[in-house]
């Protein structure tokens, strides 16, 4: 007697065939999917929590590749024992990790052409169990309760894993960067014409996480000033409040000059836990002008690199608004600047802390523009000099100009900060007289973050 297959199909040849090859295409698909966004963030993802996210995708695109193989001999002969069990769990792991992308793009708010695929996915993962439960596979599995429960349990990992990942860790550890301004000990000129200020800037990470410098800028900047016995009238008050941030009761100030101004560090440099970007400024002062006071100060602007990066380019990117000859050419987004003024700017694209995330979230940019305002009427600064100011973004768009609310930038971990002291002229005079030779800077000045 011939050996009979073990299964006799009825007679639709063609409608079997269609079924394995759409059931076939959507494992491939997935698999694929997960093959890319596993390797990338095994090997590449910013936490480690993402790296072992990245393992388990790769783990479960080799489980829905073994179902596309299995799925020849199942919607065939059946002559493999398991290959029923091995097409349910390729479709679980579809199910279940093509579930976890939507939520994931539903959640994060942001449109990418990757929800269709989520979609498409979603309607062939409905399918696809619709037509395994109608060919009775349950029935066909020798411990169908043990495969439910390592897709529970699977499901429950992978679920806990994502959240500790992409939640806990970026969110629960510190970022420690001590940043402070503050004067040395001055020295004076030969001549006695000129006072030489040293200005420490101080910006370290003391802490565990590492991060990426978005933008820094420190600024030496003289006012002249005129004391009132009587002291100043309540316009003035309000005055000084909304120029400078600050007013003091017998002091009136005039408009400000810049007598220096830089950067600390480079943007797009990345600080690791232990490096310092510190460094040590000396300004020169003319003696010999109506300027009675003197403040160091420093913005900077940073983002946590566990939570994402910036691009290769951004350290290339810089551009500036005037042409070799020094003339203006181009302006600023009127949110960063009045028209005619000049500036210079770093930008480029910011990735997330796993590829997973930059599929289900729209692509933004960071941009950090450091400007030279020139001179208007009521300006809080001197006629034909400027007081440079930085700004710091993250848009949805390479120019800047639909910049992300706080809530939406706070993924990122960015965060500016900005610090600044201030000496009269007859206190560093002093301290000129006085501070022996070699004496390090004070440790005075205030912070602020933002």
């Known amino acids: 007697m011939k050996n009979q297959p073990l299964v006799v199909w009825p007679d639709h040849p063609w409608r079997r065939r269609a079924t394995a090859v759409v059931m076939a295409l959507g494992l491939l698909t997935s698999a694929g999917v997960l093959s890319y966004v596993g390797i990338k963030d095994a090997f590449n993802a910013l936490a480690y929590g993402g790296r072992v996210m990245g393992a388990i995708f790769m783990a479960a695109a080799l489980v829905e590749m073994v179902a596309a193989l299995a799925l020849w001999d199942y919607w065939r002969k059946r002559v493999l024992r398991y290959s029923g069990e091995a097409v349910l769990m390729g479709v679980g792991s579809v199910t279940g990790t093509n579930l976890m992308f939507l939520v994931i793009q539903i959640e994060g708010g942001d449109y990418t052409r990757f929800l269709w695929l989520w979609i498409g996915l979603g309607i062939w993962s409905a399918w696809a169990l619709w037509t395994l439960t109608r060919q009775k596979i349950w029935q066909k599995i020798p411990n169908p309760k043990s495969v439910a429960i390592s897709a529970v349990v699977s499901g429950i990992v992978g679920t806990a894993g994502l959240t500790y990942s992409q939640m806990y860790v970026p969110y629960s550890t510190p970022v420690k960067v001590p940043f402070g301004v503050s004067f040395g000990s001055p020295t004076m000129s030969a001549d006695g014409a000129v006072l030489h200020v040293p200005a420490h800037i101080e910006f370290r990470n003391t802490g ?168 208007w009427e009521e300006a809080p600064f001197a006629k034909g000099d400027t007081d440079p100011y930085m700004t710091v973004s993250i848009s949805r768009d390479p120019e800047g100009e639909q910049f992300l609310s706080d809530p939406e930038q706070e993924p990122y971990g960015m965060k500016t900060m900005w610090t600044g002291t201030d000496r009269t002229i007859a206190q560093l005079l002093q301290a000129a007289k006085k501070a022996p030779a070699g004496t390090g800077p004070d440790r005075g000045g205030n912070s602020r973050q933002e």
């Open 208 to 375: 565990s996480v590492r991060i990426f410098v978005v933008g820094t800028m420190w600024k030496v900047t003289g006012y002249p000033t005129k004391f009132r016995t009587e002291g100043n009238s309540m316009s003035d008050l309000k005055k000084q409040l909304s120029e400078y941030g600050g007013t003091l009761r017998h002091v009136t100030y005039s408009p400000s000059h810049m007598l220096g101004t830089g950067n600390v560090g480079s943007p797009g440099d990345a600080l690791d836990p232990g490096d310092d970007f510190s460094t040590d400024v000396t300004v020169d002062l003319p003696l010999r002008s109506d300027i009675g006071r003197v403040e160091v100060s420093a913005d900077i602007s940073y983002i946590r690199a566990d939570r994402c990066k910036l691009g290769n380019s951004y350290k290339a990117s810089a551009e500036n608004s005037w042409d070799t000859k020094g003339k203006h050419t181009r302006d600023a987004p009127k949110w960063v600047a009045q028209p005619g003024n000049d500036f210079y700017r770093h930008h480029s694209r910011i990735y997330r802390s796993s590829e997973m995330l930059n599929l289900t979230h729209a692509g933004d940019y960071a941009t950090a523009w450091w400007v030279l305002p020139q001179w």
